[in-house]
């Protein structure tokens, strides 16, 4: 070893030629110090508490982990977060891909935004995780909000289940709260089990549908149409201004066929254009009626009082199912049962009985 310092490898720095001020000493030296420095639970939740918006990421980060050393960190900080939580307005935005979610966000952010509001915006993504984001992952239609120092876009947590996805979005809009955001806007997509999730976590659900295709074109189940508070139909611009307005009127009339909601609210109507920002401001106004109805009646309190218990039980039937399926002895015992049910060995009953009680013996 100790001829290294004559060997002429080539492998061994020139004189001369300094290293590039991404790799110099001292950069590394700095990447170094902050990596050890990681910040303690009180200071990130004092950071998050003061506005500083590296605290809130880092935060959100610890939250996202899938590594178990860090849950007990993420509690602590929501737990310091929670009493200066609960001050937004969270507001849930759906409709199929292609719709105009993400340019309507943009235009209805920066609206938000030159209203002096702050902004976040959060996503409830599953399939993020098979498709490393598929809303939110490219910021290209958010061009202007992501610029803007008044909003913050946080793309969807890459969970293995909808159920911790949800749940590290909840958590996250607690974050954002205690940071200062007056509004939330988490979009999700317009199929599947996520709009349940969502709906569970907002005050105000909105879903965007476009002119002229009919439900089964625009794949919206009619339990995501029971859920909205309004229905907008997006694209109102150019030769659709017409059709948009129709189409409004047909959701209209379908509106009417549903159950009255317990919010006292009746579901509204709009159209309007991600693009051009036309009726735009109508949605904002439509979320203020909404507000001020439900302050008035209450129901903004207990529907929030209701939710946090649903997160509750959630949460535990999220965490009991994660311990189960990560048993080693089930993990085994599961792919042999799994055979023997496909096969008519055994009931489907009987082998969820036995797996069972495998667990709960041990
Ligand atoms: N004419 C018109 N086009 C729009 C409007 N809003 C969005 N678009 C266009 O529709 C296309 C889809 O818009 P996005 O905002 O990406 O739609 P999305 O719902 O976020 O789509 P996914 O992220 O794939 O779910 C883009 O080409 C937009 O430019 C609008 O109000 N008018
Ligand atoms: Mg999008």
């Known amino acids: 070893m100790s001829t290294k310092k004559n060997n002429p490898s080539a492998l061994n720095e020139k004189a001369g030629i300094s290293p590039p001020e991404i790799i110099s000493s001292n950069a590394i030296q700095q990447i170094k110090e902050s990596r050890k420095k990681q910040p303690s639970s009180q200071e990130l939740i004092d950071g998050i508490l003061a506005g500083n918006i590296t605290a809130l990421s880092r935060a959100i980060t610890l939250i996202e982990s899938t590594n178990s050393n860090h849950l007990t960190k993420a509690n602590e900080v929501i737990n310091g977060c929670l009493p200066h939580a609960n001050q937004s307005i969270r507001i849930g935005i759906t409709g199929v891909p292609g719709v105009g979610k993400s340019t309507f966000i943009e235009a209805f952010g920066k609206y938000l935004t030159s209203l002096g509001k702050k902004v976040a ?11 490393h984001g598929s809303i939110l992952g490219d910021k290209t239609r958010m061009e202007e909000l992501v610029k803007d120092k008044n909003a913050f876009i946080r793309p969807s947590a890459s969970g293995e289940t909808l159920g911790g996805v949800a749940r590290k979005t909840r958590e996250t809009i607690t974050l954002c709260e205690a940071y200062g955001f ?38 919206i189940k009619r339990g995501i149409m029971e859920m909205a508070d309004a229905i ?24 009417h066929l549903f159950p009255p909601k317990k919010s006292g609210w009746i579901p509204t109507t709009a159209t309007c254009s991600a693009l051009t920002q036309e009726g735009i401001d109508g949605v904002w106004q439509t979320i203020l009626d909404y507000l001020e109805l439900v302050h008035s009646n209450h129901y903004f309190v207990e529907k929030r009082k209701e939710q946090n218990q649903f997160w509750m039980i959630e949460t535990i039937d999220e965490q009991l199912k994660t311990h189960f399926y990560n048993q080693p002895n089930i ?22 009985q036995t797996l069972l009680d495998s667990y709960f013996k041990k």
């Open 121 to 131: 915006v959060l996503a409830v993504d599953p399939s993020s995780t098979i498709s």
């Open 331 to 352: 993990i085994q015992l599961l792919e042999s049962t799994k055979k023997a049910v496909q096969n008519n060995e055994i009931s489907p009953f009987a082998a969820a």
């Open 232 to 255: 907008v139909i997006n694209k109102a611009d150019g030769d659709y201004i017409k059709k948009a307005q129709l189409t409004k009127v047909e959701f209209n009339r379908a509106l």
């Open 182 to 219: 007056d509004v939330i806007l988490i979009e999700t997509v317009g199929v599947g089990q996520s709009e349940t999730a969502v709906h569970s976590m907002v005050d105000f659900f909105l879903l965007l549908k476009i002119a002229g295709a009919g439900d089964e074109l625009q794949g």
